[in-house]
């Protein structure tokens, strides 16, 4: 009897692809092009970029960068930085905690964006390049130089999906197109940063004083742009500066240092934006610094109501309304029919009381619905109340609150005999009206950050997050669903009307148009649900950041005219396309979108 034996065949596993770059160059040559050109970069800055003066910034001095040079050097030294340390340079590694080549893709390439566009403009706006000097031809072929270095830096390309050969033409373009795009990911993306090493706590310290002096610094310069060319390029600048800064890990351990002392985080913070009128020389910006903090207060208190508790609110808006007639009826404006004026203590008392009775009698029928059914409520409820108060005229309705024409003439705020109307002279710096209102919505919104901190980290915080998460599972658990709604209701809705009441004195005037679901200007209930997903949901600082870039790029986009909605809308749709998550994420959410991520090794509570 003979027996066959049958040799088994392993199949060889496919050998790892060969790191290379999207173009063609070997890595070394463009590390050096990379670095070469972002240093030509930064000497280009110093060299005039025109002739004349017609152009905004006058770029026509030598040896002293004015307007969109200072955003290209800015981007130049910072690409020159990440470069470096590239090339591990001791003394540069602490940049590049999560490797630098992703770093220098993004510096390098918001550097050329600036340039690029500085360059076009010019020659759009001046009738052609001849009216270039030598430093703008420079300037545009050193970013370029610097682009191509860059773009040959090396990375582990994705392996494509094997190809079915029945598939037909328009999918297998599909599926090259998809291959690319997974290539394009993988060449702007880092690894892991290094774990942090644990600093002095006086160290950590100063490395947060840096931070949010630096954001200070960012802030000020982004709010007081003179013309338009300069606000894009700051945005630009801005927007690939902090991606490079993120890939670099420098973010991710700024976030841990921070988290390590929150406490003094948010105390700096404030500090911080404290010192923000000190920094202007008239009252003019501080005007959009009191709307920011206004439209942020608010967008906070929803976030409550969406990010903790999961409650789609889409007429958020009212309730700011409520609290701002409500101060306004006990002003002692002339259009008030009470005719009373109460003090601030008081109407501040009376506008969040107005608000919370609304809330609850609001949420009390209509929070035992879910999903789309409880939003077009909450939609409902914003238009009855704007329509509600555009009647009680005397004429449809009662008269109330004077209908369309709103209650006028709302005196400035007095409190312990300091007068918020008129400017006053702190330590040498003249501090004008809105600079005033600005202080103390200052101290509101640090009210408002601590009922955010404290209910998120309480019980009902908890069960807030659990509702989120899954409503049918927290009933099985035991969580009275409907109270703990209601309760997120309410403080959403009392928190708005702390801030409505200091909004009727800012603006003098009160009037329905102000409370709209949707319009060209903030804050209106769409505005603020933006605000609140784009900075990032359950977080603190993430819709404080999105209410700031929601209330000032469209102050700053007025140029635009009728398109300027169309870009802002395609602005955000890219947004939460490629970071659905938020600027400021919680880690859990970040999951949710990104499988691919490391776990977290803890999951805090509210993920704030």
């Given at each position: 009897?003979?027996?066959?034996?049958?040799?088994?065949?392993?199949?060889?596993a496919p050998?790892?692809?060969?790191?290379?770059g999207?173009i063609?160059?070997?890595?070394?040559l463009?590390?050096?092009?990379?670095?070469?050109?972002?240093?030509?970069?930064?000497v280009?800055?110093?060299?005039?970029?025109?002739?004349?003066?017609?152009?905004?910034?006058?770029?026509t001095?030598?040896?002293?960068?004015?307007?969109?040079?200072v955003?290209?050097l800015?981007?130049?030294?910072?690409?020159?930085?990440?470069c470096l340390?590239?090339?591990g340079?001791?003394?540069l590694?602490?940049?590049?905690?999560?490797?630098?080549?992703?770093?220098v893709?993004?510096?390098?390439?918001?550097?050329?964006?600036?340039?690029w566009?500085?360059?076009?403009?010019?020659?759009?706006?001046?009738?052609g390049?001849?009216?270039?000097?030598?430093?703008g031809?420079?300037?545009?072929?050193?970013?370029?130089?610097?682009?191509?270095?860059?773009?040959?830096?090396p990375?582990e390309?994705?392996?494509?999906?094997?190809?079915?050969?029945?598939?037909?033409?328009?999918?297998?373009?599909?599926?090259?197109?998809?291959?690319?795009m997974?290539?394009?990911?993988?060449?702007?993306?880092s690894?892991?940063?290094?774990?942090?090493?644990?600093?002095?706590?006086?160290?950590?310290?100063?490395?947060?004083?840096?931070?949010?002096?630096?954001?200070?610094?960012?802030f000020?310069?982004?709010?007081?742009?003179?013309?338009d060319?300069?606000?894009?390029?700051?945005?630009?600048?801005?927007?690939f500066?902090?991606s490079?800064?993120?890939?670099s890990?420098?973010?991710?351990?700024a976030?841990?240092i921070?988290?390590?002392h929150?406490?003094?985080?948010?105390?700096?913070?404030?500090?911080?934006?404290?010192?923000?009128p000190?920094?202007?020389?008239?009252?003019?910006y501080a005007?959009?610094?009191?709307?920011?903090?206004?439209?942020a207060?608010?967008?906070?208190?929803?976030?409550?109501?969406?990010?903790?508790?999961g409650?789609?609110?889409?007429?958020?808006?009212?309730?700011?309304?409520?609290?701002?007639?409500?101060?306004?009826l006990?002003?002692g404006?002339?259009?008030s029919?009470?005719g009373?004026?109460?003090?601030?203590?008081?109407?501040?008392?009376v506008?969040?009381?107005?608000?919370?009775?609304?809330?609850?009698?609001?949420?009390?029928?209509?929070?035992?619905?879910?999903?789309?059914?409880l939003?077009?409520?909450?939609?409902?409820?914003?238009?009855?109340?704007r329509?509600?108060?555009?009647n009680?005229d005397?004429?449809?309705?009662?008269d109330?609150?004077?209908?369309?024409?709103?209650?006028a003439?709302?005196?400035d705020?007095?409190?312990l005999?300091?007068?918020?109307?008129i400017?006053h002279?702190?330590?040498?710096?003249t501090i004008?009206?809105?600079a005033?209102?600005?202080?103390?919505?200052?101290?509101?919104?640090?009210?408002?950050?601590?009922?955010?901190?404290?209910s998120?980290?309480?019980?009902?915080?908890?069960?807030w997050?659990?509702i989120r998460?899954d409503?049918?599972?927290a009933?099985?658990m035991?969580?009275n669903?409907?109270?703990?709604?209601?309760?997120?209701?309410?403080v959403?809705?009392?928190l708005?009307?702390?801030?409505?009441?200091?909004?009727a004195?800012?603006?003098?005037?009160?009037?329905?148009?102000?409370?709209?679901?949707?319009?060209?200007?903030?804050?209106?209930?769409?505005?603020?649900?933006?605000?609140v997903?784009?900075?990032?949901?359950g977080?603190?600082?993430?819709?404080?950041?999105g209410?700031?870039?929601l209330?000032?790029?469209?102050?700053?986009l007025q140029?635009?005219?009728?398109?300027?909605?169309?870009a802002?809308?395609?602005?955000?749709?890219?947004?939460?396309r490629?970071r659905p998550e938020?600027?400021?994420?919680?880690?859990?959410?970040?999951?949710?979108?990104?499988?691919?991520?490391?776990?977290?090794t803890?999951?805090?509570?509210?993920?704030a």
């Amino acid at each position: 009897m003979t027996t066959q034996t049958t040799t088994s065949k392993t199949v060889a596993a496919p050998a790892p692809s060969t790191p290379s770059g999207l173009i063609g160059i070997p890595a070394h040559l463009g590390r050096a092009l990379a670095t070469g050109g972002s240093a030509l970069t930064v000497v280009s800055t110093f060299l005039a970029w025109t002739w004349t003066a017609e152009f905004p910034g006058d770029l026509t001095v030598y040896g002293y960068p004015g307007g969109l040079q200072v955003l290209v050097l800015v981007g130049g030294a910072l690409a020159i930085l990440f470069c470096l340390a590239s090339y591990g340079i001791k003394g540069l590694r602490w940049l590049t905690p999560a490797g630098a080549d992703a770093a220098v893709k993004y510096a390098v390439l918001g550097t050329f964006a600036t340039a690029w566009y500085t360059v076009i403009s010019i020659s759009t706006e001046l009738g052609g390049v001849v009216n270039l000097e030598p430093g703008g031809y420079l300037v545009a072929a050193a970013t370029l130089t610097a682009l191509l270095g860059a773009l040959a830096l090396p990375f582990e390309r994705p392996e494509p999906d094997p190809i079915d050969p029945d598939e037909t033409g328009w999918e297998q373009f599909k599926h090259d197109t998809g291959h690319a795009m997974a290539v394009l990911r993988a060449a702007f993306s880092s690894g892991s940063p290094r774990p942090l090493r644990t600093l002095p706590s006086y160290a950590e310290i100063l490395v947060i004083v840096g931070i949010l002096a630096l954001a200070l610094i960012v802030f000020t310069y982004g709010i007081g742009t003179e013309y338009d060319e300069l606000f894009v390029g700051f945005l630009i600048t801005a927007g690939f500066g902090f991606s490079a800064l993120n890939r670099s890990g420098l973010i991710a351990h700024a976030s841990q240092i921070s988290a390590r002392h929150q406490n003094i985080t948010v105390c700096g913070a404030f500090i911080a934006a404290a010192l923000f009128p000190f920094t202007q020389t008239d009252d003019q910006y501080a005007t959009l610094g009191v709307y920011i903090l206004i439209f942020a207060t608010v967008a906070l208190g929803l976030n409550i109501v969406v990010g903790l508790a999961g409650l789609l609110d889409l007429g958020y808006v009212a309730f700011l309304g409520v609290g701002a007639y409500a101060a306004a009826l006990v002003s002692g404006s002339p259009s008030s029919p009470f005719g009373v004026h109460f003090p601030f203590w008081a109407a501040v008392l009376v506008g969040a009381a107005a608000s919370l009775i609304f809330g609850v009698l609001i949420g009390a029928p209509t929070l035992r619905l879910r999903g789309d059914y409880l939003a077009i409520v909450t939609l409902g409820f914003g238009e009855i109340f704007r329509i509600a108060v555009n009647n009680t005229d005397g004429t449809s309705g009662p008269d109330l609150t004077n209908g369309s024409n709103g209650i006028a003439s709302i005196p400035d705020l007095n409190i312990l005999g300091f007068d918020l109307g008129i400017a006053h002279d702190i330590g040498g710096f003249t501090i004008g009206r809105f600079a005033n209102y600005f202080f103390l919505m200052l101290l509101i919104t640090a009210v408002v950050v601590l009922v955010f901190r404290r209910s998120g980290d309480s019980r009902i915080g908890r069960a807030w997050v659990a509702i989120r998460e899954d409503e049918t599972a927290a009933l099985a658990m035991g969580i009275n669903g409907f109270r703990v709604k209601l309760i997120a209701f309410a403080v959403g809705a009392t928190l708005a009307g702390l801030a409505g009441t200091v909004q009727a004195h800012v603006t003098y005037t009160v009037t329905p148009e102000q409370y709209l679901f949707a319009g060209t200007t903030p804050p209106n209930s769409a505005f603020l649900l933006a605000a609140v997903v784009l900075g990032g949901m359950g977080t603190i600082a993430g819709p404080l950041i999105g209410a700031a870039l929601l209330f000032l790029i469209p102050n700053k986009l007025q140029f635009l005219g009728d398109y300027q909605l169309l870009a802002f809308g395609l602005a955000l749709v890219l947004l939460m396309r490629f970071r659905p998550e938020g600027l400021i994420p919680n880690r859990r959410r970040q999951l949710e979108f990104h499988e691919e991520a490391d776990a977290p090794t803890v999951l805090s509570k509210t993920g704030a």
